[in-house]
């Protein structure tokens, strides 16, 4: 036995081996320790179980535990059950964990993408948000977030084309223009050679509605009072007004800053830094059509593009299987129950 400032250790090498360990072990180990000294240092081993602030019984297995392994009896015990037979079936988590490697996409829309799978086999197997979460946490491709619950108040014009929300982004320093209706949460997105107010209004012509009835923008000087460009494009596409959101409030253009938030972490992750514009062009059409015919949108409980014209593109599978190169992970074939023409 070591006395050593004050502190009994049965062993000299348990003194630098306590130090690689978690404090609760250091203080079980304090306690155990007292328990087997000699008079002087020796306690009662109920004094002890108070020390660690558990039972006597709990503190007699602590303590046969340490006779038995020593330091390391002194840890916590895995929770983990020695079998799990409600565990996913490896081929499952497979599948959730490849079409997560090729898209990049977040639990809710793997989940999506591997039941359409599912459903086009006939399998009576599906994937929810919760479990493809779980799964990429236990195969380290994401890490456990904890999120924090909010009360959002929601608020929309009342159908499409009333209002369009427009601004710009970068994608790897590429400029990006992006649109969406404030109803249906349809969006537009394209990139554009540079942000002259000229170029913004030719690309607002390309992508969007021929008309509508409000625009919705911030106060970048490409939609600002003082560009000509833009108050000639109002003059002729916007039939009511041009609104600017409030400074400093990011909320006002929430739908489009949520929109541009997906676009972006899918298109960087296809492009892995790279800028070139043609690739970045094909991958931004492919998630524009995913997201407005494929993307179920908890808001709204429909697709935008069903919300905005009343019918969806059914073939946004399909272009999205082949784009991600998952046609050995996911079905491709027609859903169960279809008639060939």
């Not at 994608?171 to 942000?195: F, M, Q, Y």
């Not at 600017?244 to 990011?250: I, Y």
Request: aromatic content about 8%; charged content about 35%; glycine content about 8%.
């Amino acid at each position: 036995m070591i006395v050593r400032r004050g502190q009994v250790y049965l062993h000299e090498d348990h003194i630098e081996a306590l130090k690689a360990e978690p404090e609760y072990v250091r203080k079980r180990y304090r306690a155990v320790a007292r328990t087997l000294a000699p008079e002087p240092f020796a306690i009662l081993r109920r004094a002890a179980a108070e020390i660690i602030g558990r039972s006597l019984r709990h503190f007699y297995r602590i303590l046969n535990r340490f006779k038995e392994e020593g330091i390391p009896g002194l840890r916590l015990l895995s929770r983990r059950p020695k079998t799990s037979p409600n565990r996913t079936p490896g081929d499952i988590e497979e599948k959730v964990v490849a079409v997560r490697e090729a898209s990049g996409f977040g639990p809710n829309h793997v989940s999506a993408l591997v039941n359409e799978s599912f459903e086009r086999e006939g399998r009576p197997e599906r994937v929810g948000p919760s479990l493809a979460y779980g799964i990429l946490v236990r195969n380290g491709v994401i890490e456990r977030q904890r999120r924090e619950r909010r009360e959002w108040k929601r608020f929309e014009w009342g159908h499409p084309d009333r209002l369009i929300q427009a601004d710009l982004t970068e994608i790897n320093t590429v400029p990006v223009l992006t649109l969406e209706d404030d109803h249906s949460r349809k969006g537009w997105a394209d990139i554009l050679p540079d942000e002259m107010g000229e170029t913004v209004v030719e690309g607002m012509e390309r992508l969007g509605p021929e008309e509508f009835d409000n625009l919705l923008t911030d106060n970048g000087p490409q939609f600002s009072r003082a560009c000509a460009s833009m108050r000639k494009y109002c003059e002729e596409h916007v039939r009511e007004k041009h609104i600017w959101s409030s400074p400093n409030h990011p909320q006002t253009l929430g739908k489009l800053g949520a929109f541009q938030k997906g676009l972006k972490s899918f298109v960087e992750y296809m492009m892995k830094g790279s800028r070139d514009r043609r690739r970045m062009r094909h991958w931004i059409r492919v998630y524009v059509d995913w997201y407005n015919n494929g993307r179920y949108h908890q808001g709204i409980r429909t697709r935008p593009e069903e919300r905005y014209s009343g019918q969806c593109d059914d073939g946004w599978y399909e272009r999205l299987v082949e784009a991600l190169n998952l046609e050995d992970v996911l079905t491709v074939a027609r859903r169960t129950g279809d008639i060939s023409p």
